[in-house]
């Protein structure tokens, strides 16, 4: 049972543009909500994180939009570069629990 | 600070031995360390938890007796991946808690990569 749904599979941005990833999950436990940077034969990075209790929360150009309603969470990359060209896994955390859950991850290319 | 080191960064080895692979806490204490496995393009399967002391946690379907995992002290976990074969092959990242930080702070190695020929 996938815990944390993650969409798009793959993406493709212009230098410059928007990127926007997905995440849905179903448990109401999840309290933290990460996302990770990966690039190709390195480990995961902590990119930026956010707790139920904000709808959004913003560092640099990266961006966490969260809706508790409908259970969704998003990255935005505004002004998306070819540096950012990367794996990108969505992530959710409950108390109660003792490991992340990861979604499946995207791949974003910027084109420049 | 929280870095996380993995030895070796890769290795290459004959079916039939066994290979080791360590995870280290650089600047803080990890009572628990998880290990990953990740195959090309694809996510994170968390293979299993250890807690310093303890016995491992493994997760569904990783057998136990192949992936061998001991958490002998607050900066250190070894994976052991006994009696390699090819199918074993894979991207084998480790992460750390920090004993000091909330739970739900992990912080990620640079992973290994394991080649059986």
């Known amino acids: 049972q996938q815990q944390v749904k993650q969409s798009p599979q793959s993406l493709i941005v212009q230098k410059g543009g928007i990127s926007i990833i997905n995440c849905a999950y179903e448990?109401?436990?999840?309290?933290?909500f990460p996302w990770y940077q990966q690039f190709p034969g390195k480990g995961p990075a902590l990119l930026i994180a956010?707790?139920?209790?904000?709808s959004e929360k913003k560092e640099g150009r990266f961006t966490i939009s969260f809706n508790k309603s409908a259970k969704q969470f998003s990255l935005h990359i505004m002004d998306s570069q070819p540096g950012d060209s990367a794996t990108y896994f969505c992530?959710?955390?409950?108390?109660?629990?003792?490991?992340?859950?990861f979604g499946k991850g995207t791949t974003l290319s910027v084109s420049s | 600070g929280a870095v996380v080191s993995q030895h070796p960064s890769r290795v290459i080895c004959k079916s039939g031995t066994s290979v080791k692979i360590e995870c280290r806490s650089l600047d803080f204490q990890a009572t628990t360390m998880f290990w990953y496995r990740q195959f090309p393009k694809k996510s994170l399967m968390l293979m299993a938890t250890?807690?310093?002391?303890?016995?491992?946690?493994?997760e569904q379907g990783v057998e136990k007796d192949k992936f061998l995992i001991n958490h002998a002290s607050l900066t250190l976990s070894t994976l052991t991946v006994t009696s390699a074969h090819p199918e074993d092959s894979s991207f084998y990242i480790c992460?750390?808690?920090?004993?000091?930080?909330?739970?739900?702070?992990?912080?990620f190695g640079p992973g290994t990569r394991l080649t059986v020929l």
């Open positions: 992530a959710a955390f409950s108390q109660a629990g003792t490991a992340l859950i």
């Open positions: 956010i707790r139920p209790d904000v």
């Open positions: 448990n109401t436990a999840f309290d933290y």
């Open positions: 992460s750390a808690r920090d004993k000091a930080r909330a739970l739900y702070e992990q912080f």
């Open positions: 250890s807690n310093e002391g303890s016995k491992a946690t493994y």
